[in-house]
C-alpha cells in the first residue's frame, strides 16, 4: 500500500464538508469495521453507509492460517481513509506500539487514540490517554482523540496538537444515545479542531441529535454491526447524520412555551 | 554410521508470543515468505523495534528474537 491518502479529490469547494489535517471528507459518517458476522457483511454495510474513513484495529496475524482473508481484500485501503485505532491498549507505552506497527503497515500518520479504563464502563483513561497522545504527536502522528466529554481536558488535548477531539455520548457498545447534549455543546462552542460523537450513538435519531447539536460528524460500530438488518440500518446512519447537519445548518425554531397556530386566524366564517 | 550431512544450524525465535525454530540463516523477507504471508499487509516489530518494510532483505535474525507481525482487523 501507498502512503497517499486523497480524500474525495472531485470535491467541489461549495460542497459541504468537513477537514481534519488536511484530509478534506464530504460524508460526516465515520464507521468502524468490528463486530460484522463477516467480512462480506462489513464491505455491504460500509458501502451503503457512505462512510469515507474507517477505524481498523490492529492486531497478532493468526500465523497457523495465513491465507486467511483479510480485511485490506474487502475494504479497500485505497478507497476509504483507514483510521488505525488503539483498542485494547490500556497503557500508553502499548498505544504507542499499535500504532506504530499501523503506521508501517498502513504507511500513514492519522490514527484513533483510545486509552480505555476497565469493565464495565470502558470510561476513556485520560491520564494515559495525555500521555499517550504527548508520545504519538512528538512521534509525528496526527491523532483524533477518545475522551471524557470534559471541556477542559478537550481543550488541553486540542493545545497540544491533537487532530480532532472525540468525546463519547454514552459508553462503548451501549447504544444509550447523546446523554450529555449540554457538555457536547460546550466542547463544540470552544473547538477550534472537528468534534465527533465517538461511542454511545445506538440508533439514527441519535445521530441526527449529535449533527443538530453542532458535531463535525459522528463515528459509531455497534449501532450497524449489531442492528437485525446492519445494511439496512448503515443507509439509516446515513440518511440520519445528512439530516441531523442540514437541520444545524438551516437553523432550528426557536422553542416556546405555548401553542402558536399554523393557520391564520382571521378569515374565518361566521 | 556416521552423518555427513551438515544440519542447518536452527534459529529460535519468539514468534507472535510463541517459540518457534527455523532454520538459520534468515531475515525478515524470508521469514515472511516462509510463513507465507504478504509483505504488502503485514508490519513486523523486532524486540520491539518496528522492522522498515525496505529493510527486510537485509535484517537478519538471531536468536531469541522476539517478533511481533500484525495486520489490520475490523475495529471501532
Redesign the interface.
Known amino acids: 500500500m501507498d502512503g497517499a491518502i486523497q480524500a474525495t479529490p472531485e470535491l467541489a469547494p461549495q460542497e459541504d464538508s468537513w477537514t481534519v489535517a488536511g484530509r478534506r471528507f464530504r460524508s460526516r459518517l465515520v464507521v468502524g469495521t468490528g463486530k460484522y458476522k463477516d467480512l462480506e457483511e462489513t464491505a455491504a454495510a460500509i458501502e451503503a453507509s457512505g462512510a469515507e474513513m474507517v477505524t481498523v484495529a490492529v492486531r497478532r496475524v493468526n500465523l497457523s492460517d495465513p491465507k486467511a482473508p483479510m480485511l485490506q481484500d474487502y475494504v479497500d485501503p485505497k478507497r476509504y481513509t483507514y483510521l488505525p485505532n488503539t483498542a485494547g491498549c490500556h497503557t500508553a507505552k502499548d498505544a504507542v506500539r499499535t500504532l506504530r506497527l499501523a503506521r508501517e503497515a498502513g504507511g500513514w500518520n492519522l490514527v484513533k487514540l483510545e486509552v480505555l479504563g476497565p469493565p464495565p464502563h470502558l470510561y476513556p483513561d485520560m491520564t494515559a490517554t495525555f500521555e499517550a497522545a504527548d508520545a504519538l504527536i512528538r512521534d509525528g502522528f496526527e491523532v483524533m482523540v477518545y475522551c471524557a466529554d470534559d471541556p477542559v481536558a478537550a481543550k488541553r488535548l486540542e493545545e497540544m496538537g491533537c487532530v480532532a477531539i472525540m468525546p463519547l455520548g454514552a459508553p462503548i457498545g451501549s447504544g444509550l444515545g447523546v446523554q450529555n447534549p449540554a457538555m457536547l455543546s460546550l466542547l463544540i462552542e470552544q473547538a477550534g479542531v472537528p468534534v465527533l460523537v465517538d461511542a454511545g450513538v445506538g440508533t439514527a435519531s441519535d445521530a441526527a441529535i449529535a449533527m443538530e447539536i453542532g458535531c463535525d460528524a459522528v463515528l459509531l460500530n455497534s449501532a450497524i454491526a449489531h442492528a437485525k438488518d446492519p445494511v439496512r440500518m448503515a443507509r439509516a446512519m446515513k440518511a440520519a447524520v445528512e439530516a441531523g447537519r442540514l437541520c444545524r445548518l438551516a437553523g432550528r425554531m426557536p422553542r416556546r412555551m405555548g401553542a402558536d397556530p399554523s393557520s391564520p386566524l382571521t378569515g374565518l366564517i361566521k | 554410521m556416521l552423518q555427513t550431512e551438515v544440519m542447518p544450524p536452527s534459529l529460535v525465535l519468539t514468534?507472535?508470543?510463541?517459540s518457534r525454530s527455523l532454520d538459520a540463516p534468515l531475515t525478515v523477507a524470508g521469514l515472511i515468505g516462509r510463513?507465507?504471508?504478504d509483505t504488502?499487509?503485514?508490519?513486523?516489530?523486532r524486540n520491539?523495534a518496528?522492522?522498515?518494510?525496505s529493510a527486510y532483505h537485509e535484517t537478519w535474525l538471531e536468536p531469541g528474537d522476539a517478533l511481533?507481525?500484525?495486520?489490520?482487523?475490523?475495529?471501532?
Open positions: 514468534l507472535n508470543g510463541e510463513l507465507g504471508l504488502r499487509k503485514v508490519a513486523v516489530e520491539e518496528i522492522v522498515p518494510r511481533e507481525i500484525v495486520h489490520f482487523i475490523g475495529g471501532g
